[in-house]
């Protein structure tokens, strides 16, 4: 994948070094905060203790959210649902697309379904995320996804 042209495109962000470097992306949080009305960033519990301590120190409302079928369903169902009413808006992000086109979702045999890491071709870190704030936009009594549908960058 191009990633470095995706990089120099501005379509996603690297930080410094061959590993996550959690002071930059809680920087890169703080500055969003100032830029967007940020309400709930929902994380999934695995591997994240210490980015979710520092975005509460920081004021952050942070809501976890389990990646299993219980959790998943209702929102990829509603991204499902919104996809096909022509509601979600990536103005062609190629990234978007690409992660779009390597995901599988698993159903189990009460027709619950979740996003497939395993299955997956490649990554689909992004769709996965997206249906994590979905969860949380749709959870709200006022929510603008209502009215205009989702928006990806």
């Known amino acids: ?32 905060r100032g830029m967007y009305e940020i309400r709930e960033i929902a994380y999934d519990r695995w591997g ?6 520092d975005m509460q120190d920081e004021g952050l409302e942070v809501v976890p959210l389990g ?3 219980a959790s ?10 919104c996809v096909l009413m022509r ?3 990536h103005d062609g992000n190629p990234v978007m697309r690409w992660m779009a086109s390597n995901m599988v979702v698993q159903q189990d045999a009460a027709g619950n379904l ?14 996965v995320a997206l249906i ?19 928006e990806v960058w």
């Open 1 to 32: 994948m191009p990633y470095s042209t995706w990089i120099n495109l501005g379509l996603i962000e690297a930080t410094s070094g061959n590993v996550i470097d959690y002071k930059a992306i809680m920087a890169r949080l703080i500055e969003l």
């Open 48 to 53: 994240s203790t210490q980015l979710i301590r």
């Open 67 to 69: 990646q299993g079928f």
């Open 72 to 81: 998943m369903t209702a929102p990829t169902k509603e991204l499902m649902n």
């Open 87 to 89: 509601r979600v808006r």
């Open 114 to 127: 979740k996003p497939d890491k395993a299955k997956s071709s490649e990554k689909i870190d992004g769709m």
């Open 132 to 150: 994590m704030a979905l969860d949380r936009a749709t959870r709200k009594a006022e929510s603008v996804y209502e009215e205009r549908g989702i």
